[in-house]
DNA sequence: ACAATTTACTATGCGTGCATAATAAAATTT
DNA sequence: AAATTTTATTATGCACGCATAGTAAATTGT
């Protein structure tokens, strides 16, 4: 059996867990992105936007699709930044607070699951090993394909 | 600063490599996924539109509309399986096989990078956890969410 | 042989994230 | 103050993978 590539199995791997947190989500009719915007946002102060997509470790602009559904679904609101004309600050309604409690809890009962398989050390190590491969995706300094320096 | 969940670490490397891979497809005009289903095709026998999704870990389905632009930007034909009226034998052509080089390339140096930045033991925990963790939620025996076992 | 089931696809709707572009309101320059 | 640039946000096109549903050919059962 040949041996898999890293990128197979980080793909692999990343496809099963977001498979499940998006059957998780649909048992109450919600879906992983919405789940993990929900999450992020913070539940008394609100959130920006801008703010946002970073929290969740994604571009700013990745979440507008995700924000406007879950306004229409009545789990948002967007009030106007008092301070800034342009700003927006992200507040949960009760109903996206209810939401909000069972998304946590089934990422954290997830990262629970996984920690009572796996040691603590080799959990680490993983984590660090991802860490590094994203650096050095981000370093720029990796030769990948003949034209060009990525 | 928050320690992070296990979902996220997996989900923000694999968007970096994602990512990554993309931008170098994009220098050819191709893109990730035809990428991979250039590598998956059997350069010599074919490969079955069938064999071709589970090849390449992931549903058989989910590559109807890669396949169809595959074809129409000249990279691979599909051939009547002579042993079964059903079937299909996707072949590449000399375009699809040159850029299966590239990708193949891109794909290798990566994973060269990779091995030449970690140490073998930490990225063979790497694979071993990632495995593990699949497992985990494939053995559907976690309690995720209140109304059903996973 | 005929009917029922299974298998190999193909097509399509949906969710997700990126890139790009547009708009309007700061902030900065001049 | 006016002009330029930057920033916050939204919209949209594209790629990708899943789920579902359809079609046609093979297989199985009777």
Chains 1, 2 share one sequence.
């Not at 059996?1 to 649909?26: C, F, H």
């Not at 048992?27 to 102060?45: C, H, N, R, V, W």
Request: charged share 30%.
């Amino acid at each position: 059996m040949k041996e898999k590539t890293i990128d197979y199995v980080l793909r692999a791997t990343w496809m099963g867990v977001q498979k499940m947190y998006n059957e998780e989500a649909s048992k109450k009719g919600s879906t992983m992105a919405t789940g993990f915007a929900l999450i992020s946002i913070d539940p008394e102060k609100g959130t920006s936007s801008t703010a946002l997509g970073p929290k969740m470790g994604m571009e700013a602009t990745s979440l507008s699709r995700t924000l406007k559904s879950m306004e229409e679904k009545g789990l948002i609101e967007r009030k106007p930044n008092p301070l800034d004309g342009r700003g927006v600050i992200i507040h949960l309604t009760p109903f996206g607070l209810e939401m909000r409690e069972f998304s946590k809890n089934v990422v954290l009962r997830f990262d629970e699951a996984v920690k009572e398989t796996i040691n603590m050390e080799d959990l680490e190590t993983f984590k660090t090993v991802a860490h590094t491969i994203l650096e050095l995706i981000n370093s720029k300094k990796i030769y990948i394909s003949e034209n060009n320096i990525l």
